[in-house]
């Protein structure tokens, strides 16, 4: 679900030597849409830490084609998650034997220039978090060292503000990832606010939302309405309407339905599969909606186990195809945890850090059958669960224990001559497709909390994606979490009742270089320098940026990597349901709501030009009336629950509607892009027509109307909206229109 701030963080290990990978060069070229091509060639510091030698233990590791295969029987490959259609092609350039693993090589710069006891050169991270441990005192309570740490914090800025002014961070409202960030704040020599301030900062860091205060300035670490939309049911259906478009690209997420009311069309569609293939044996795993931490969650083998008895009523749930054949690593199922930052939403960008967590299951793995089912140590790989395990192993290394870098399990599969490199590729995919499905809805809230043109901060925010490798390699969505922890101590019961937070060395290696190197990408400072230098703001967003004076010099390279812009190319055709949400946000009127009323969607019809003789407005007004009643009654609303408007995702039901409707037999997303672009140019002629109005030229002329919304004059049947067939002509068509013809 979206959010999971409260969860406990990871175990309590020696200094380890920095792994991960190298994104960069795990690219492939793309089959048209698929892979990525990666333009670097460079294979910069490939040093991986922790290579496990082959056969310690890993008889469970089975990547495809590797291993026992024929010992699993051959049963369902979930619906909708077919392999070999999602497979990139890959670069010619294989992967060394171990997946290339960050650097995290200082760039070129005077290391040692920096102050001791300045905290700014993280040389190793075990290094830096012996540093850490020293300044927190070992052996304190969490409270006690956070009170230590915010003193020391405070004396340690104010010195350096007065040499420098450095960049400001609100840091009153962290929560749970304050300890890492203030790391990052010493690292970066920031100037820490951990109280707040009267003045505005330059940045604003909070632990769980975007609404947590009234900012009108500077940068926020959440978007407004991000945990809504990653929400378990919202993704569901975001996932869904991208599936609808492009099934083949969207089949990296479990088919899923909601529940209540999509209760009668699972038992159908269950029923039918069945029918079809009797040798299919399901399992499916029932997820509440907001639950978090395996929260509520339990697999079934048939639709009527589905507990409907109280609490599905009150807690809506999805229920999804389980992956009953995931990789196994030292027998032991295990997920992803993938840091994600999503830097902007206009112009978009993504960053994917290169190294990630792996939480792992604290039981032997073994496919579903009625008698395990309900075993949670087998099944779930929440860490929140499996800390409760008498096997949970706290491990001194990245590449052992019950959770581990992600960069040591590729290292390990590689050694096994896993393509790690093609993992990598499709990961990379599913990150930025999951996001493309995202930002429409995202863009809405957006427009509702901070209106263009009025006085507001901008956003970013990491996510942690969650996610599943099946066993033969292909990665599977889980979940995406607005508020993955970044927590980097656990809690250690030291006698009955008495317990100390412990540093967590995995979670600190991977989360104050995520936190870090998001600070570093944000920097307000260097975006001056940046604005300085370069004419075009699309133009710097498409590179990171490079190593600025001070502090910056003597941090290692980043640990995030722009994927977009970067493969724009590949994925940019994806991005329709944002067109869609552009004429939604368009026609939504007052600013501040997210709902459409009937007004705002008889201007969309009317402006487009989308009713004719064959669809009146009063059947327009019908088709209103019918998909908001019934998306309003199935009650999951975030925001503006006194508001009984249309909803982007009822918009863009009735969108597909009318697409269909016009444009038939045609494949969906080719009928929702032919619309798209009738409406764009529509609204474009229109708009052209009212700036020359606007003008005077209008008159001038003698040929437009009065208004824009004027009828214009009855046009040859086979040119109306819904007799018009190609975009083209269309286009021809609204550019007689502009020049007044
Ligand atoms: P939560 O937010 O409660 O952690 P998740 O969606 O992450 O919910 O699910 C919890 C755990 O259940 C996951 O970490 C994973 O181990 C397992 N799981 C979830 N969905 C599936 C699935 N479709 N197939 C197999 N395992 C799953």
């Not at 930025?432 to 263009?452: G, M, N, R």
């Amino acid at each position: 679900m979206g959010t999971e701030g409260v969860e406990p963080a990871g175990m309590g290990t020696e200094a380890v030597e920095p792994a991960g990978l190298e994104p960069a060069e795990l690219g492939t070229a793309g089959t048209g849409t698929e892979g990525i091509e990666s333009a670097e060639t460079g294979t910069e510091g490939i040093e991986p830490a922790g290579q496990e030698p082959v056969g310690l233990g890993t008889e469970g590791t089975e990547p495809a084609g590797m291993g026992t295969a024929g010992t699993e029987p051959a049963e369902m490959e979930p619906a909708g998650l077919e392999p070999a259609e999602m497979e990139p092609a890959r670069e010619a350039e294989e992967p060394p034997g171990c997946p290339a693993l960050p650097a995290e090589a200082p760039q070129d710069g005077p290391a040692a220039a920096v102050p001791p006891g300045e905290g700014a050169l993280p040389a190793a991270p075990g290094q830096e978090r012996e540093r850490e441990r020293g300044r927190r005192g070992a052996g304190s309570t969490g409270r006690a060292a956070r009170g230590r740490a915010r003193r020391a914090s405070g004396r340690h800025t104010g010195g350096e503000s007065a040499r420098r002014p450095g960049v400001t961070v609100d840091s009153s409202k962290a929560k749970t990832s304050l300890e890492a960030l203030k790391i990052s704040l010493r690292q970066l020599r920031w100037k820490e606010f951990p109280f707040g301030r009267r003045l505005p900062c330059d940045i604003y860091w909070h632990g769980v939302s975007f609404h947590d205060s009234n900012i009108f300035s500077g940068q926020v670490n959440k978007f407004p309405g991000m945990m809504e939309t990653v929400r378990k049911i919202t993704l569901s259906r975001a996932m869904r309407t991208m599936q609808d478009l492009f099934p083949l690209e969207y089949n990296f997420y479990p088919r899923s339905w909601i529940l209540p009311e999509e209760l009668p069309l699972f038992v159908a569609e269950v029923r039918m599969m069945k029918d079809s293939n009797p040798s299919w044996k399901p399992t499916f795993i029932v997820k509440p909606d907001g639950g978090c931490q395996g929260d509520g969650i339990y697999l079934i083998k048939d639709p009527s186990d589905i507990r409907l008895t109280g609490s599905i009523q009150i807690r809506p749930a999805v229920v999804q195809e389980y992956i009953c054949k995931p990789l196994l690593v030292d027998k032991m199922k295990f997920d992803i945890r993938l840091y994600v930052l999503l830097k902007s939403l206009e112009p978009l960008e993504i960053y994917i850090a290169k190294d990630g967590l792996s939480r792992f299951c604290t039981e032997p793995y073994q496919e579903p059958t009625l008698k395990n089912l309900h075993q949670v140590f087998m099944h779930l790989t929440n860490y929140s669960l499996n800390i409760h395990s008498g096997n949970f192993i706290h491990s001194d290394s990245v590449n052992t224990g019950s959770k581990r870098t992600f960069s040591s399990i590729l290292c390990r599969l590689s050694s096994r001559g896993a393509d790690v490199k093609k993992l990598w590729s499709d990961i990379i995919s599913l990150v930025i497709k999951t996001i493309i499905a995202l930002t429409p809805e995202l863009k809405v809230y957006y427009q509702s909390d901070i209106p263009a043109g009025k006085p507001g901060p901008t956003c970013f925010q990491i996510l942690g994606f969650d996610i599943l490798l099946m066993k033969n390699l292909k990665p599977v969505l889980l979940e995406v979490n607005a508020n993955p922890s970044m927590r980097i101590e656990h809690e250690q019961e030291l006698s009955p009742g008495v317990f100390e937070n412990v540093p967590s060395p995995v979670d600190e290696e991977v989360k104050v270089a995520v936190i870090r190197d998001t600070l570093r990408l944000v920097d307000p400072q260097k975006k001056k320098r940046k604005d300085t230098q370069c004419p075009s703001a699309e133009a710097a967003s498409e590179e990171p940026p490079e190593a600025a004076p001070g502090a910056e010099a003597a941090l290692p390279s980043l640990c995030l990597k722009q994927v977009f812009p970067k493969y724009a190319k590949q994925f940019s055709y994806l991005r329709l349901v944002d067109r869609v949400a552009a004429l939604f946000i368009r026609f939504l009127g007052v600013r501040g709501t997210t709902k459409l009323g009937p007004t705002g969607f008889r201007t969309f019809i009317r402006n487009c030009k989308l009713s004719n003789s064959n669809f009146s407005m009063a059947a327009v007004d019908i088709l209103y009336i019918d998909i908001t009643r019934r998306w309003n009654s199935m009650g999951i609303d975030h925001k503006d629950s006194g508001n009984s408007g249309m909803c982007l995702q009822a918009f863009v039901e009735a969108f597909f509607c009318l697409a269909q409707k016009k444009y038939k037999s045609r494949p969906l997303h080719e009928q929702v892009a032919s619309l798209v672009e009738l409406c764009e140019c529509r609204l474009a002629a229109l708009h052209g027509k009212r700036l020359l109005w606007g003008c005077g030229l209008g008159q001038r002329h003698g040929a437009l109307p009065a208004t824009a919304t004027a009828p214009s004059p009855p046009r040859p049947r086979h040119q109306q909206v819904f007799g018009l067939q190609k975009p083209p002509q269309l286009r021809a068509l609204v550019c007689r229109d502009a020049a007044g013809s």
